[in-house]
């Protein structure tokens, strides 16, 4: 049985991938990353992991796609960019590749090398997460949710003001 919702998910998850890499439309885009979001908040799932299934349901396929399309409704898809900005498209595009890959490998590396003068794993669970989130990260969880509110709020002051012209 387990097999079979793994295969289902992970053929979910990457259908929705595949289908946000064709779709032109930014709305089903946004739509097509829901199914991957929630398609791997399912296989989380399956790896007896609920309380990161719970939030990868909640944040990424809840909230942060809200936010998306959000900003889809906002811009005018119709104008696009100027064409002086999509020169530099490429050149960002390589530049953020090399960033990402740069994050994917040194993760790994650093792994090896601290699984082998690792003497024993220690184990988390959510009531140690609350505990570290709300007592050492307190402020820095705090800054973050201003940070979030202050951006929402200009959010909307720009869409009325994009809106009263």
Known sequence: ???????????????????????RNQAYNA???????ASLGGLYALLDAPFIATIQIIIYAGAII???????????????L??????????LAI??????????IYPVISNLIFFK????????????????LFSEYLYPFEITSLIIIIALIGAVVLLKRKGAK
Request: aromatic content about 16%.
């Open 82 to 91: 100027p064409q002086e900005r999509k020169k530099w498209i490429p050149y």
């Open 95 to 104: 530049f953020l590749g090399v960033i990402f890959l740069f994050q994917i």
């Open 66 to 80: 809200v936010l998306f399309l959000f900003v889809i409704m906002i811009i005018n898809l119709k104008k696009g």
């Open 31 to 37: 739509l097509f990353l829901v199914l991957s979001f």
């Open 117 to 132: 003068q690792q003497k024993g794993i220690i184990e988390g669970s959510p009531l140690n997460l609350g505990s570290a």
């Open 1 to 23: 049985m387990y097999y079979f919702l793994f295969l289902i998910l992970s053929i979910m998850a990457v259908g929705g991938v595949i289908g946000m890499i064709l779709s």
